[in-house]
């Protein structure tokens, strides 16, 4: 290995591209800043029919969509009068893989079967790995994932270990790293030399997959309750879960609001060797969330189809131990053991239920299956001898990477609303340092959609900025 | 020492600190990019010596010898207390003190 090869290969990461994903992202561009995000999502050519055909063929979805029926009894308890909407969850851990991943997977291996591939490599620490793994099996095609799992000390996060396990008993081969965004590197050597399909997380057909969790949810509320829901919580990290779930709801005629739920990690820095195993979550939080918000193109695809600020409508954190203790709660109160970080949207819905009428539905999108590694038994144990203090108390008190602080009782469960209006302006500025010259209205247009705001905020916005950057210069 | 054929983990290094991308957190900077693979050993080793496997995709991966049949040792740990306090408490908090045994 040499600087210069790693150099080369980074300046190939196009061409690799587009012979590993079977698209041709430059069809898509203005040659502006904005770029025909429509137009890249109907590329796949598959109508919500289809994909929901895909979806049987592979085992994948109609998941239940169970009532919570003692948590929204004990949230109703600390709630003012009238207040507590129900809360459901939609039980994706009942998927083959263990998660609502299986739905962006199945597509992307069925599109890679479909495009004559001999196999699919992903990159990917989490449950998205198993669901590749678990669709390549049913499919017949060879399979590699690739993961971030060991420190320079050559200490596997638990829950890491636990998916790499999970990828090699449905008969993947897994390729474990130490810390570093260079992982991308490997991935781009390993797609030249295998001339796999790159199963992205964030192409047009990963999304679309999960486009028939936001279809099922909103036909379930409808035919189970005869109404919409209220609000949608969804755990954010990549983004691709809150996109395609809402472009799901979207199709099935709901508009509900989409809520944004992460954990908050904030301090951790995601790159660093010394960090990663002072972390108990390796998705579903801030670290991931914030970035990929502001700025989707960030990913391992051109464009990523993953832009969930076109899509919330809040975002939301919570802590470590507010997740843990939510996971408990899950297991005690409703008999089902799932998580832990899938349920970092359950834990902001026993907040969120309390704010809403007792009549509405409150929707938390997935769970995930559990076991070694993952649990937070695990996670915890694995916290204490990292040197982590485990405490009970206010869990808003903790400081990632030095404490997990669980709740004394249920009423200490909150959220922490993130400034949509700041993150709107982090993306409009990001956008506008690679454009090649000013905004012209079609841009302007674009990031509207792109932010979720109107054209008023855009324009003033990018005045604003504007005007910062004359003072500087 | 492995025999010919034997299940194994080669450990190799990718990038050296010198070779890391640009912008790096100082500590990762330091360290090199470290791979682990598991496959089939190509011809007679010892651990800590150089090794050859074939992976189950068929590619052929270089490294040095770490492991010999590599298996899973994680777990769901030990106890936590809190844990076990917050099973309590939650319990209590929908059910009554009363309900308890």
């Not at chain 1, 599109?111 to 499919?139: D, E, H, M, P, Q």
């Not at chain 1, 590699?144 to 200490?155: L, M």
């Not at chain 1, 399909?197 to 997959?209: D, H, K, R, W």
């Not at chain 1, 990929?292 to 409508?313: E, G, M, Q």
Request: hydrophobic letters at 40%.
């Amino acid at each position: 290995m040499s600087a210069s090869e790693y150099q080369a290969v980074m300046g190939r990461r196009n061409a690799i591209m587009k012979s590993a994903v079977g698209l041709d992202y430059s069809n898509y561009e203005s040659g502006s800043l904005a770029f025909d995000y429509e137009g890249l999502m109907a590329a796949t050519g598959l109508s919500m029919q289809d994909v929901l055909a895909v979806m049987q063929d592979y085992g994948v979805g109609n998941t239940p969509l169970l009532e919570l029926k003692n948590i929204t009894a004990l949230a109703r308890k600390y709630a003012g009068p009238g207040r507590g909407a129900r809360i459901l969850v939609k039980d994706e851990a009942c998927n083959p893989s263990g998660s609502f991943k299986a739905r962006r997977a199945a597509l992307s291996v069925h599109i890679a079967k479909r495009l004559g591939y001999k196999g699919v490599i992903t990159a990917t620490s989490g449950n998205y790995g198993a669901a590749v793994a678990s669709c390549c099996a049913k499919a017949g095609l060879a399979c590699i994932v690739v993961q971030e799992c060991y420190d320079a000390r050559g200490i596997g996060q638990p829950e890491i270990v636990e998916k790499a396990r999970k990828c090699e008993a449905l008969g993947a081969e897994v390729v474990q790293l130490s810390v570093g965004p260079e992982l991308f590197y490997v991935f781009l050597r390993l797609l030249e030399d295998t001339g796999y399909f790159n199963a992205s997380l964030y192409t047009p057909y990963a999304i679309q997959g999960v486009e028939s969790l936001g279809h099922e949810l909103a036909t379930q509320c409808q035919g189970l309750y005869g109404q919409a829901p209220a609000a949608v919580i969804a755990t954010n990290a990549g983004g691709g879960n809150l996109t395609g779930t809402a472009r799901g709801m979207r199709k099935a005629g709901c508009d509900a609001p989409l809520i944004a739920a992460s954990v908050d990690l904030s301090g951790l820095h995601m790159a660093s060797d010394s960090q990663f195993n002072r972390k108990s979550f390796t998705t579903g939080h801030t670290g991931f969330g914030m970035p990929f918000t502001t700025w989707p193109d960030r990913s391992d695809v051109p464009r990523s189809a993953a832009r969930p600020l076109r899509y919330l409508s809040r975002y939301v954190t919570v802590t470590q131990g507010e997740v843990f203790y939510m996971t408990e709660m899950l297991a005690v109160l409703e008999g089902m053991e799932r998580g832990p970080a899938g349920n970092t949207s359950l834990a902001a819905a026993f907040a969120i239920a309390q704010e809403l009428p007792w009549e509405a539905l409150l929707v938390v999108q997935e769970t995930e299956y559990t076991g070694a590694g993952k649990h937070q038994n695990a996670q915890l144990d694995f916290a204490r001898r990292q040197g982590i203090d485990i405490l009970t108390g206010c869990p808003k008190d903790q400081v990632p990477g030095r404490t997990i602080i669980l709740p004394e009782h249920p009423g200490q469960l909150g959220v922490k609303d993130l400034d949509l209006a700041r993150l709107r302006r982090s993306l409009i500025s990001r956008a506008l340092e690679g454009a090649k010259h000013p905004p012209e209205a079609l841009d302007l247009a674009f990031l509207a959609e792109e932010t979720g705001a109107d054209a008023a905020f855009v324009a003033e916005t990018i005045q604003q900025l504007q005007e910062e950057q004359h003072e500087t210069t | 020492m492995a025999k010919q054929g034997d299940w194994v983990q080669v450990r190799s290094v990718i990038l050296q600190p010198q070779e890391r991308a640009p912008n790096l957190p100082s500590d990762t900077q330091q360290v090199p990019l470290v791979q682990w693979v598991k496959g089939w050993l190509q011809s007679d080793a010892d651990l800590g010596q150089p090794a050859r496997v074939r992976t189950l995709t068929g590619r052929e991966v270089a490294g040095t010898l770490v492991g010999e049949a590599p298996g899973y040792t994680h777990s769901f740990g030990g106890h936590i207390r809190q844990l076990q306090e917050a099973r309590m408490g939650i319990r209590q908090a929908l059910w009554g003190k009363d309900e308890q045994p």
